[in-house]
């Protein structure tokens, strides 16, 4: 079988950066697992795996634009301390989920806090930046309906949602 629209891919991966440190790795836990052609991994990806078979291994370079995007100053803004009341101790780095215009979530960096002006990126945090994939195919198989359906593959325990 080979990776196309509809099937979900067991993959595991290893990003690095330009500066070749190690964003995140499956290796030494769970493989991803995704249904391809539904926008589960950046588009880069996506069509760097397509065709490919079980145990087929590859080298990716993704540009910003077919992987987490273009860094957008517009999306860095002053906001209020008062939106963090429920956090006591504030500080640049701290990430927080948010809901975007579009109703994604969105991840939201604090990037600087100076009395009540709290300053945060919501930017992805690998935005702008190039993505070097390592990546083996583990696995391949048909999405079920119930996949296709929901846009992401069902794990072996039951949800609902
Ligand atoms: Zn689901």
Do not use: C, W
């Amino acid at each position: 079988m080979q990776i196309g629209t509809d099937k979900v891919v067991s993959i595991e991966y290893t990003l690095t950066d330009d500066a070749e440190e190690v964003v995140d790795t499956s290796v030494g836990e769970e493989p991803l697992v995704y249904l391809h052609g539904a926008e589960n991994i950046v588009p880069g990806l996506e069509v760097a795996l397509e065709g490919k078979s079980v145990g087929d291994e590859l080298k990716v370079t993704i540009e910003p634009e077919d992987g987490y995007g273009e860094y957008l100053e517009e999306l860095v803004s002053v906001v209020e301390r008062a939106m963090f009341e429920e956090i006591d101790e504030l500080e640049p780095g701290m990430q927080f989920e948010a809901e975007a215009p579009d109703g994604e979530t969105q991840i939201v960096t604090v990037v600087e806090v100076d009395g009540d002006d709290v300053t945060i990126d919501g930017n992805h945090p690998l935005a702008g930046q190039r993505l070097h994939f390592q990546v083996k195919v583990v696995d391949i198989r048909e999405a079920t309906a119930d996949e296709l359906a929901h846009g992401h593959p069902h794990g072996d325990d039951d949800h609902e949602h």
